[in-house]
C-alpha cells in the first residue's frame, strides 16, 4: 500500500535525479536543447512502456484524452518555455525567475482539499528560496542583466510547472504509467521543434553519449514518474520546499566534478534550504 511518506520518499527522489541534470547536460554537449530533449524523452518513455507492460498497456486506453494533453502541455510547455527564455536572457535572473514554482506549488497547495497552508509553509518556502537565490544568481556575473521578455517566459514557465504539479493531485486517481505517454508526446514534440529551430549535432564522445543515456534515464525520464507519484499521494508541500535543494545539490555535484569552484556562498545556502525544509517538515508534521 503506497502511505503518504512513502509517496512522499519517492517524490523526494525526483528531487535528487534533478540535481544531476546540469552535470549531465554539460556532459552531453553539443547537442542542443530540443535534440537533446527528443533524445532523453525518448529514453524516459520507453522505460516507461517497459514498466506499464507488467499491468498491461491497456491500463493507458482506459484515461481520457484530456490528461494526456494535460500532460503533455506540462512537459512540453515546461520545456519549451525554459529554453526559449534562456535563448533570450541566459542569466542568472531569468534562472532565479523560473525556479519559483516550488514556492507557488507550497502557496497553491493550500487551496487543495485536504491540504492545508500554514505560516510554517509560507516563511520556509520563502527562506528556500532565498538560499537557492544565492546559488542561482551567485552562478553568473551577469545576475543584474535583465530581458523583459526572458523573464516574462521565465515567469510562465514556473506557473506551467506549478500548473503540472498541483492539478497532478487532483488527477490521484490517474494511474502514474500515463506519464510514458507524457513523455513519448513531449519526444515528438521536442523532434518537431529542433527540425524547426536547430541544427543538429551529435555527441563526440562515449562519455557524452553516457551522458544523453543517463539523462533520459534519470532527470529526463524516471524522475517525472516519482514526481507523479510524489505529489498524487505525497507531501506537496514538503516536496515543494524540498524542491529548492536541487540547486544546492546541483551545484555539489558541479564541484565534485571540478566543473565550478567551492564558495562561502554554498554553505550559507545549505543552511538556508535546510532551514526552510525543516520548518516545512515541521508543520507538515503538525
Not at 523526494?12 to 541534470?21: E, F, K, N, R
Not at 535543494?245 to 555539489?252: D, G, K, N, Q
Amino acid at each position: 500500500m503506497m502511505t503518504r511518506s512513502k509517496a512522499t520518499v519517492i517524490g523526494l527522489s525526483a528531487i535528487l535525479m534533478w540535481s544531476l541534470l546540469a552535470l549531465l547536460t554539460i556532459g552531453s554537449a553539443p547537442v542542443p536543447p530540443f535534440q537533446l530533449n527528443a533524445l532523453c524523452f525518448g529514453v524516459g518513455g520507453t522505460i516507461g512502456l517497459i514498466w506499464t507492460a507488467r499491468r498491461g498497456l491497456g491500463v493507458l486506453r482506459s484515461v481520457s484524452w484530456k490528461v494526456y494533453a494535460f500532460g503533455t502541455a506540462g512537459l512540453f510547455g515546461y520545456h519549451f518555455l525554459y529554453f526559449t527564455a534562456f535563448r533570450l536572457g541566459p542569466n542568472a535572473a531569468t534562472g532565479w525567475i523560473a525556479y519559483l514554482w516550488p514556492l507557488f506549488i507550497v502557496l497553491f497547495s493550500g487551496f487543495l482539499p485536504g491540504e492545508t497552508l500554514t505560516k510554517r509553509h509560507v516563511f520556509g518556502a520563502v527562506t528556500a528560496k532565498a538560499g537557492a537565490a544565492v546559488i542561482v544568481l551567485g552562478a553568473s556575473q551577469d545576475a543584474t542583466t535583465t530581458n523583459l521578455p526572458a523573464l516574462m517566459l521565465a515567469f510562465l514557465c514556473a506557473l506551467t510547472w506549478t500548473a503540472y504539479s498541483v492539478i497532478s493531485r487532483r488527477l490521484g486517481e490517474v494511474p502514474t504509467e500515463t506519464v510514458t505517454v507524457f513523455c513519448l508526446a513531449t519526444a515528438v514534440l521536442s523532434l518537431i521543434a529542433h527540425v524547426m529551430l536547430e541544427d543538429t549535432a551529435w555527441p563526440g564522445t562515449p562519455y557524452g553519449w553516457a551522458s544523453v543515456l543517463a539523462l533520459g534515464i534519470g532527470p529526463v525520464g524516471l524522475a517525472f514518474f516519482t514526481w507523479d507519484i510524489g505529489m498524487k499521494k505525497g507531501d506537496i508541500q514538503l516536496l515543494g520546499v524540498a524542491s529548492y535543494a536541487a540547486p544546492l545539490l546541483s551545484t555539489a555535484a558541479l564541484i565534485a566534478a571540478g566543473i565550478t569552484a567551492p564558495s562561502y556562498a554554498i554553505i550559507v545556502a545549505a543552511v538556508m534550504i535546510a532551514s526552510g525544509a525543516a520548518l516545512a517538515a515541521r508543520a507538515s508534521s503538525r
